[in-house]
């Protein structure tokens, strides 16, 4: 297992354990366990960011590095 998928693991287990107060499924990778996590999430509404007070010139952007 590549040092990025036992990050990613570790941060899913992680989070697994806040969430649900129990140790999360055994032998599942992490991309797996975030899958299953976020499938169980209720479906929620988007709402986009849409006003006439916001305008992209009032918007801050990051500063290119050279």
Request: charged share 30%.
């Amino acid at each position: 297992m590549r040092a990025r998928d036992k990050a990613i693991k570790a941060e899913a287990v992680a989070l697994w354990r806040e969430i649900y107060h129990e140790d999360p499924p055994a032998r599942i990778d992490g991309a797996q366990l975030l899958e299953l996590m976020l499938s169980r999430l209720p479906p929620t509404a988007y709402d986009r960011l849409n006003t006439p007070h916001l305008r992209r010139g009032a918007m801050s952007w990051p500063k290119r590095t050279a």
